[in-house]
């Protein structure tokens, strides 16, 4: 039986892991992660602020489950997130979002994403970020995307270079207070086209457009 909301029917599948949309159920097994710790003990720090995963537990999990909360209340055609679980055979190992912002007038979407510790070095960032590509310019018509990270966030970097993203300046943001520049990157319809797969599928997306305001 699927939810109400249309939002969390949707699901993106690969060959090698599935999005969810992240019902409070997957959030509940997702809680394990985040209490254990996402950031790594050494720097670079990958989060900018404000973020939940720099408090210390049990407030870390609570702000994070707040955020999204808030999150899924607040969506119009001038903004909106989805919050998708990351799920390899089953087993929940991360997030990956995907946000509009002035989607209906521009058709530009942006993505967060975060990955359990051990889990990362596989090749799961790559493929979490393409799964959500599919789903922004196949499924919802997008016309670009753009992401950003720390400059010092080499496999965050790597992932938008290895997509097909071109570098589209710099920017400053802070992490942990202190000041740090970010590398903004930029990700054409066109350019996603000559790299489309043919082997990423979507379902329940046509039910979420009119959440969205995409007609």
């Known amino acids: 039986?699927?939810?109400?909301?249309?939002?969390?029917?949707v699901?993106?599948?690969?060959?090698?892991?599935?999005?969810?949309g992240a019902s409070d159920e997957l959030l509940e097994r997702l809680v394990p992660l985040v209490r254990a710790g996402?950031?790594?003990?050494?720097e670079p720090w990958p989060f900018d602020d404000?973020?939940?995963?720099?408090?210390?537990?049990?407030e870390r999990e609570w702000q994070w489950l707040r955020g999204i909360w808030r999150g899924r209340?607040?969506?119009?055609?001038?903004?909106?997130r989805l919050y998708f679980a990351v799920l390899v055979d089953g087993e929940p190992i991360g997030m990956q979002d995907l946000?509009?912002?002035?989607?209906?007038?521009?058709?530009?979407?942006s993505s967060f994403s975060w990955l359990d510790p051990g889990r990362r070095?596989?090749?799961?960032?790559?493929?979490?970020?393409?799964?959500?590509?599919?789903?922004?310019?196949?499924g919802l018509g997008a016309r670009e995307a753009g992401s950003d990270a720390?400059?010092?966030?080499?496999?965050?970097?790597?992932i938008s270079r290895g997509l097909g993203y071109e570098p589209n300046g710099t920017d400053w943001d802070t992490r942990r207070g202190e000041p740090a520049r970010i590398q903004q990157w930029r990700l054409t319809r066109e350019t996603w086209e000559r790299h489309r797969r043919d082997d990423i599928e979507l379902a329940g997306v046509k039910e979420c457009l009119p959440v969205l305001g995409i007609g």
């Open 1 to 9: 039986m699927g939810h109400t909301y249309p939002p969390l029917n």
């Open 73 to 80: 209340g607040r969506v119009s055609p001038d903004s909106w």
């Open 150 to 158: 720390f400059v010092d966030n080499a496999a965050s970097n790597s």
């Open 11 to 20: 699901v993106v599948r690969t060959p090698r892991l599935a999005l969810v």
């Open 99 to 109: 946000v509009g912002k002035n989607f209906a007038r521009f058709g530009t979407v």
């Open 50 to 58: 404000p973020i939940s995963f720099y408090a210390d537990s049990p």
């Open 38 to 42: 996402i950031v790594d003990d050494a």
């Open 121 to 138: 070095g596989q090749g799961l960032g790559k493929e979490m970020r393409a799964a959500l590509l599919h789903l922004a310019f196949a």
